[in-house]
């Protein structure tokens, strides 16, 4: 099983970025988003069943996520709106192989994608 985040960069506050981990080798039931910013512990940010139909979100980033799939192909997104300082971390896209209300215990994890945002 492999997951390849991409997508992290440098964007003023106010703004946009998308960020995608193409996953293979393996059959998901749940993937989601988490990160860690300097100093701190990681933190979840968003998941999804695989599916589409279960969705969860932390709560500081509601109404500015979102988090979602191709449905051509295994790529999975977390497009990121009105972004904020404080949004600023080291993205890492996870999955797992069934949905679950706990947000620990995933068996699959990708590279960190780094995502700053100046005010």
């Known amino acids: 099983v492999q997951l390849q985040a991409s997508g992290g960069g440098w964007v003023q506050a106010g703004g946009s970025l998308r960020l995608s981990c193409v996953a293979s080798?393996?059959?998901?039931?749940?993937y989601a988003w988490f990160r860690q910013a300097p100093g701190k512990e990681r933190e979840f940010v968003a998941a999804s069943s695989w599916r589409g139909d279960k969705k969860d979100y932390t709560d500081s980033v509601k109404g500015r996520f979102t988090i979602g799939r191709s449905n051509r192909d295994n790529t999975l997104y977390l497009q990121m709106t009105s972004l904020k300082p404080d949004d600023t971390a080291l993205y890492y896209c996870?999955?797992?192989?069934?949905?679950?209300?706990?947000?620990?215990?995933?068996?699959?994890w990708g590279q960190g994608t780094l995502v700053t945002v100046s005010s």
């Open positions: 996870a999955a797992r192989t069934r949905w679950a209300q706990q947000r620990n215990d995933y068996a699959y």
């Open positions: 080798g393996g059959t998901f039931g749940e």
